[in-house]
């Protein structure tokens, strides 16, 4: 046993010392459930990048809000499939009726990324229970179920202060 242990030692430091080790990726750590949105926290190379909160859409495809250590907040949205798609999204939040008009880019063919969110979006998405994004350019539209975010918002909150 002792043997094996040096063995994995002596390899462990070769590998440090030949560079052979493979970059650190970011963590993730997941908090909790609160309001239907799963909250995680994202660290790399040991410092806070953001905090995110994901729930469950249309055959099980995800809506995330991210909330970074630059203040900015974005959402990602399920693609459409297709890459290098620049498409302009109209949300639609539910039940006041209020529509949001900006620009998505795709950065994966299964992810659309939103520009930083304003404070005018956030403050009606958080009050809401429903969200659809029409995607004109694709003729698409989807719905999603936003559970609770205004438990999500409390909990998010707690998350980036406890990380400034």
Do not use: Y
């Amino acid at each position: 046993m002792v043997g094996r242990r040096l063995g994995l030692l002596v390899l462990g430091s070769m590998v440090a010392v030949f560079g052979l080790a493979a970059p650190a990726a970011a963590q993730t750590k997941k908090i909790g459930t609160f309001g239907g949105w799963a909250i995680s926290i994202v660290h790399d190379k040991g410092k806070f990048v953001r905090c995110v909160a994901d729930t469950t859409g249309p055959g099980n495809e995800g809506l995330r809000m991210s909330f970074g250590d630059d203040g900015k907040r974005q959402f990602v949205l399920p693609g459409p499939g297709t890459s290098a798609l620049k498409d302009e999204a109209v949300i639609v939040l539910r039940p006041s009726g209020r529509r949001f008009t900006f620009a998505l880019a795709q950065g994966s063919p299964d992810r659309l990324w939103s520009q930083v969110l304003e404070n005018s979006f956030t403050d009606v998405f958080f009050e809401s229970k429903r969200m659809e994004v029409q995607l004109p350019a694709l003729n698409v539209t989807r719905s999603f179920d936003l559970g609770d975010p205004d438990t999500m918002s409390a909990r998010i909150d707690g998350c980036m202060t406890s990380h400034q």
